[in-house]
């Protein structure tokens, strides 16, 4: 139902900023919520970010106070902006659909992007 593809990932210096994009394709975009993983290397991948179908956030402790996350309905856009970036932020990003329950856990759908690779190093 729904395509993803994810860009602007890169190397920065920590302390850094980069922005990530999440370009949807396909159906009923906006009634998905939408989330941001990361994987680094020998680590699970963990939830980042999500965002409602309305527009509501919610964040990771470790990430907490420098990313954030939104989303632009129009151009079926999902972002994520970090800042102050630090080396342990070093891992593949990668883009999902799903959905978030009343009690604000998020459920992803088997619906991601192939990842963008950030490296946070001096």
């Known amino acids: 139902q729904v395509q993803l593809v994810e860009s602007g990932g890169g190397l920065v210096q920590p302390g850094g900023s980069l922005r990530l994009s999440c370009a949807a394709s396909?159906?009923?975009?906006?009634?998905?919520?939408m989330a941001w993983y990361r994987q680094a290397p020998g680590k699970q991948r963990d939830l980042v970010a999500r965002?409602?179908?309305?527009?509501?956030?919610n964040y990771a402790d470790s990430v907490k106070g420098r990313f954030t996350i939104s989303r632009d309905n129009a151009v079926n856009t999902v972002y994520l902006q970090m800042n102050s970036l630090k080396p342990e932020d070093t891992a593949v990003y990668s883009c999902?659909?799903?959905?978030?329950?009343?009690?604000?856990?998020?459920?992803?759908?088997?619906?991601w992007g192939q990842g963008t690779q950030v490296t946070v190093s001096s």
């Open positions: 999902n659909a799903g959905r978030i329950n009343y009690r604000g856990s998020y459920f992803p759908y088997d619906y």
């Open positions: 965002i409602s179908s309305a527009g509501g956030t």
């Open positions: 396909g159906s009923s975009f906006s009634g998905y919520a």
